[in-house]
């Protein structure tokens, strides 16, 4: 993320110089687009910037720097916040008050991490106190239930799965029985990670949220994909609907955009953001230490 916060902080100095504010915006975006955050993104905290800058009137140095800082932090704080913020536990809490378990789908394309992120999340739910079984509702990958078990092994949860080539809905439809006969907090879903263009893969998944009726559809993305990311987030809210977002790889991400993006063009929260390979690696996104991260501008 080091690169969004040198954005900025050129866009400060650019500012503070002789340079007209919309040569310095104009320059913003063009760095913005070019360090994966979306063109309507960047154009939305460009417009707040400016209007925000409008008619202000500021004498000393200092104080148009303080006001710089505070307008960006209000920018990319509206872009972070989502319609409205999830709080997984409870929530989980509260279907399991009905002795019911709470169902979590998860939605991504190969390659983003989906599969380890499942376990990460079924390792934070034991954490928790929290029990849960996993649904191999990928059925026509190669190895996709080897690969889910494995990973279930490793943080000791039992996977309920089929043949390959059966049905993906079914499978998740006897994850959800066994959870509910046996008194399981949560049920975790796999789905498979084809490309969002792939339009029977689409309406494999409407049909897996149709029988599975989840509390939680998770999209999980990976940070370094940039666009592709942002592309994947769009096509499948779209389709199906996501209600959060994760986003892989975020240790790695040396722009930092996608997460700007995701927020803005889906209106919904990030949740988690997985920070290296291990199942202990995955946090609890903190909007607060992600602005702060990108908004560390130099004030030489």
Sequence with gaps: MKKLSNIFSIFVKKTLSDKSLDDALYDLN????GNDVA????DVLC???KASLKGAEIGLLSSKRKLLFDILKEGITDILTPEKDINLLDEINIKNSKNLPYIIVFLGVNGTGKTTTIAKIAHYLKNNNLSSVAAAADTFRAA?????????????????????KSDPASVAFDAIQHATAK??????VDTAGRQVSNKNLMR???????????????????SLAGNDALTQAK?????????????TKLDADAKGGAALSISYETKKP?????????YDDLEPFNREMFISNILDINEE
């Design 144 to 164: 996709a239930i080897e690969q889910l078990s494995y990973h279930m092994q490793n943080v000791g949860i039992r996977v309920i799965k089929h043949e390959y």
């Design 39 to 42: 063109t309507e993104t960047a």
């Design 47 to 49: 417009d707040k910037i």
């Design 204 to 222: 494999e998944m409407q049909k897996i949220v149709k029988v599975a009726e989840p509390d939680l559809v998770l999209f999980v993305g990976d």
């Design 235 to 247: 096509e499948f809210n779209n389709s199906i609907g996501i209600d959060a977002n994760i986003l």
């Design 270 to 278: 990030i949740l988690f953001v997985g920070t290296g390979q291990g």
């Design 30 to 33: 063009l760095l913005l687009i």
């Design 183 to 188: 008194g399981i907090n949560v049920v975790l």
